[in-house]
């Protein structure tokens, strides 16, 4: 049973236009959530994180939205480049919970 | 600054040969530490945690084993592979209630 779903293994955007990325739990007890970006044959690098007290953090081009009572969060990338060309991770903890669940993954390919 | 080392990058190993994969963490005391796999085309499963020096628990039933010497190694081992323990294996650390922090993992062939 997954707890943290995906549901678009890839996503292609032109440079310069926003990249959404989405992500469903089904745990209501998950209570902080992260994104990572992964590129071919490197360990996943952190890229922001929310907790469920908020609905939305920023950082730069990144941002995570949080819908709590839909169980979905999104990744929004503006203005996309070519190097945020990489695999994104969800990951997702409840606040007993001593690990991180990890989605399956969304491909992002920005074209030049 | 915290940094994490993983090694090797990349290892090919015959069906029935023994494993061991190291990780160590420098710059931090007393983190948790983690093994995930990666298969290819899938997502990230996490197989062993440690909170602590000889604490190891297990995730999921397999053919793998973890230990953790010290505080700051983590080591990954089998003693007999078996072909689907192919994949890409990535250690991690945390302290506190932030995220993790991923080594750059090593990618393991079983001929």
């Known amino acids: 049973d997954q707890q943290v779903k995906q549901n678009s293994p890839s996503l292609s955007v032109q440079e310069g236009r926003i990249s959404i990325l989405n992500c469903d739990y089904t745990?209501?007890?998950?209570?902080?959530f992260l994104w990572y970006k992964k590129y071919p044959a490197e360990g996943p690098t952190f890229l922001i994180s929310?907790?469920?007290?908020?609905d939305k953090n920023e950082d730069g081009r990144f941002t995570v939205f949080l819908n709590k009572s839909a169980k979905h969060l999104s990744l929004h990338i503006v203005p996309s480049q070519p190097g945020d060309s990489a695999v994104y991770f969800c990951?997702?903890?409840?606040?007993?919970?001593?690990?991180?669940?990890f989605g399956p993954g969304t491909r992002l390919s920005v074209l030049p | 600054s915290q940094t994490i080392h993983q090694w090797p990058a990349t290892l090919v190993q015959p069906v029935g040969s023994p494993l061991s994969l190291e990780c160590t963490v420098e710059?931090?005391?007393?983190?948790?530490l983690y093994w995930y796999r990666q298969a290819a085309g899938r997502g990230l499963q996490l197989l062993f945690y440690?909170?602590?020096?000889?604490?190891i628990s297990s995730e999921v039933p397999q053919n793998l084993s973890a230990s953790r010497p010290q505080d700051r190694q983590f080591i990954l081992s089998s003693k007999k592979l078996l072909l689907s323990d192919s994949g890409f294996y990535l250690c991690?650390?945390?302290?506190?209630?932030?995220?993790?922090?991923f080594g750059d993992g090593t990618r393991l062939s079983i001929l």
């Open positions: 991690a650390w945390r302290v506190g209630v932030g995220p993790q922090h």
């Open positions: 745990n209501s007890m998950f209570d902080y």
């Open positions: 929310i907790s469920s007290i908020k």
């Open positions: 990951a997702a903890r409840s606040f007993y919970g001593q690990n991180f669940v």
């Open positions: 710059g931090t005391s007393n983190p948790n």
């Open positions: 440690s909170v602590g020096i000889g604490q």
